[in-house]
């Protein structure tokens, strides 16, 4: 398999997998396994950490022993390093490890906007930013993953403050349009997210949608008596 040393390398993990080279995606053909992605994205869970040769076997073959796949790890090895080019895969005392200056990954990009903006939350640019980015779960093709888990909830958590932060902003500076959409968007996410519904209420209720406000406060109503929360009563300390 050639490999463009010279290729920008970009890899896409929230929303679905995929690797693009000089902006192109690199067709499902060219791997001719699954265990050499799956490589590529435990390594991108460890965030450019150094994950140990015989974390990895163990992780793509867990019913196998160790001893018995070294040929199979190689050829994953070798078929992951020709996907993503020259210095992307990093060896170094028996371990691999991403290097992200080389290789560009959008879940790190999204939670440096996040923490930038939610550090400042002036700075809405890189809440916007943030926001923009967030397409889907990390590796949401993997819900079973035990490797994919930690860094999943982190997006995700860290996704859900962003739009708070920017319900907020829009509720402040009279947008209510915008603050009633980044609700729905963490509603969709996590239906019992007292504040989201609440926020969706007042915006509603701001432009003058009273009869869906009036819906919506139902469905907050229902949703807080599916986990046993007592609901704010309508109009009390805002809706």
Same mark, same amino acid.
């Given at each position: 398999?050639?490999?463009? !040393?010279?290729?920008?390398?970009? #890899? ?13 995606? !690199?067709?499902i &053909? ?12 435990? !390594? #991108?869970?460890?965030?450019?950490? %150094?994950? %140990? ?17 070294g ?11 020709a996907?993503?080019?020259h210095?992307?895969? #990093?060896?170094?005392?028996?371990? !691999? ?28 640019? &890189?809440?916007l930013?943030?926001?923009?980015? =967030? ?29 708070a ?12 349009v915008?603050?009633?959409? =980044?609700?729905?968007? #963490? ?7 007292e ?17 869906? &406000?009036?819906?919506? =406060?139902?469905?907050?109503v ?16 805002? %809706?």
């Open positions: 398999m050639e490999t463009n !040393v010279l290729s920008h390398v970009r #890899i896409e993990t929230l929303g679905g997998f995929r690797v693009l080279r000089d902006n192109e995606p !690199v067709p &053909a060219k791997w001719p396994s699954r265990k050499s992605r799956d490589l590529v994205k435990i !390594v #991108i869970c460890q965030r450019g950490r %150094p994950v %140990p040769r015989e974390t990895l076997m163990c992780s793509l073959w867990p019913a196998t022993p160790c001893r018995k796949l040929n199979r790890f190689s050829v994953a090895l070798c078929t992951a390093r996907i993503l080019g210095g992307g895969l #990093i060896t170094e005392n028996d371990s !691999v490890r991403l290097d992200q200056t080389v290789v560009r990954v959008d879940v790190t990009a999204f939670l440096q906007a996040a923490t930038a903006g939610l550090r400042d939350p002036r700075d809405i640019a &890189a809440l930013a943030a926001e923009s980015a =967030y397409r889907g779960d990390f590796l949401e093709e993997d819900p079973y993953e035990d490797w994919a888990a930690e860094l999943r909830a982190e997006a995700r958590l860290t996704y859900l403050q962003v739009a932060a920017l319900t907020d902003h829009c509720a402040r500076v009279g947008d209510h915008a603050a009633s959409r =980044y609700c729905l968007r #963490i509603l969709e996410r996590d239906r019992y997210d504040a989201a519904h609440l926020a969706l209420v007042r915006a509603l209720v701001a432009v003058g949608s009273h009869g869906e &406000a009036r819906r919506r =406060y139902g469905t907050y229902s949703r807080m008596r599916e986990i046993d929360v007592e609901p704010t009563p309508w109009l009390r300390k805002g %809706p």
